[in-house]
């Protein structure tokens, strides 16, 4: 091995170690003998630009196309400094990135990073001219059509590479094409099992499926989370479903309530005979097993069953906010109502009846209320 690629080689074993100023300091000695190596311009430009020095990425692009115009390494490196490079972005890499096409049509990452400039300098100017930034409900399909087929040739060409497929991805979803972004996140997945968005969305969706419930869909965003541990939009799912879970606690204190009022014939109905106060002691403690049973199907088992990563988000999300505090207090507060109205000997139904209205109404209307923290 000639001195040359030797030093070259070990910037590149630097490099693939993250130890870009070990390499940069190599590669520039070896520029300040050899200034002609296009190959160590390129790189010490990948040195520069992983340690945020934009400027001088730039410049070493520069050097490596000054020796050699249509070198596709230093085109790239050239598009990528003007992406990262603060107002420059992707509209000054877009005619970069077709020269990079230009010069090499057979390879898949010019296409694929030209798609993505195009779909994005495409939307922002569609956006400008519509004078509005909520696209929601515009048709974008034919706006992002040459986007679009640019990064089918990347998928072409490039058909077990992960950034092909998000690039088509997002402008699949952009052009409300779901069936075909749907299909491309399950080819992401297939490719990379842990990738975070793709994760998040597959989950997203099959959570948001019609009939599934809360305590399923904390068990499918638990799932995930523990594939992606890192993706904070999964973490917000699995706190949403988590306080939806929550949420149900207090139809179960409401039950129980209901059921007390009934247990006591605390309201007149026309046509029959109320019971007589006090209650037996038998039919009191009677309450107390139907309670219980309530509990332990409705929360306990049901808790139980849930996946690790959902119980110690439960503990968490109680930690973390204030709502589910409020919930469960709520929850607490309702059952002391039912409590008090069941199992004291009452010899008049007044005291009775208000606190079975004060464990009720309180609680059902907040129902209402928080339903919009759910989403």
Not at 21 to 44: E, N
Not at 136 to 154: K, T, Y
Not at 219 to 226: I, M, R, S
Request: neutral net charge; proline residues 4%.
């Amino acid at each position: 091995m000639t001195e040359r690629n030797s030093a070259v080689e070990q910037a590149q074993a630097l490099i693939d170690f993250e130890r870009h100023d070990q390499a940069r300091a190599l590669l520039s000695q070896h520029l300040a003998d050899d200034p002609g190596d296009i190959r160590a311009w390129v790189m010490i430009g990948y040195c520069h630009l992983n340690t945020q020095q934009s400027q001088q990425a730039l410049d070493a692009a520069d050097e490596a196309l000054e020796l050699a115009p249509e070198d596709s390494g230093a085109l790239i490196l050239r598009a990528l400094v003007l992406r990262y490079t603060d107002g420059r972005g992707w509209p000054e890499a877009e005619p970069v990135l077709r020269e990079v096409v230009r010069v090499e049509p057979h390879h898949w990452y010019g296409y694929a990073m030209l798609a993505d400039a195009v779909w994005r300098s495409s939307v922002h100017r569609y956006a400008r001219e519509a004078g509005t930034n909520d696209l929601r409900h515009h048709d974008l399909a034919p706006v992002l059509r040459e986007a679009a087929d640019l990064a089918m040739e990347a998928l072409r060409l490039g058909t077990e590479e992960v950034y092909a497929h998000e690039v088509a991805q997002k402008i699949a979803g952009l052009s409300r094409n779901s069936t075909l972004a749907d299909q491309l996140d399950q080819a992401i997945l297939r490719l990379d099992p842990t990738h975070p968005e793709a994760l998040a969305r597959q989950t997203r969706k099959a959570a948001n499926a019609p009939g599934v419930k809360a305590a399923r869909a904390a068990d499918l965003y638990a799932t995930g989370l523990a594939a992606a541990p890192d993706s904070a939009e999964m973490q917000r799912g699995l706190d949403q479903a988590t306080y939806r879970m929550l949420r149900g606690v207090r139809w179960l204190a409401l039950l129980c309530v209901a059921f007390a009022g009934a247990g006591m014939d605390l309201f007149d109905v026309e046509g029959k005979v109320q019971r007589e106060l006090p209650l037996p002691l038998g039919q009191r403690l009677w309450y107390l097993v139907v309670a219980t049973a309530i509990w332990l199907v409705g929360a306990l088992l049901r808790y139980r069953r849930r996946r690790a990563g959902v119980q110690l988000n439960v503990r968490s999300l109680i930690r973390r906010r204030q709502w589910p505090r409020i919930v469960l207090a709520q929850a607490a507060w309702a059952m002391l109502c039912a409590l008090l109205v069941a199992e004291v000997p009452w010899t008049d139904r007044l005291l009775p009846q208000v606190l079975f209205w004060a464990g009720l109404a309180p609680t059902f209307a907040t129902i209402w209320f928080d339903r919009k923290k759910t989403r």
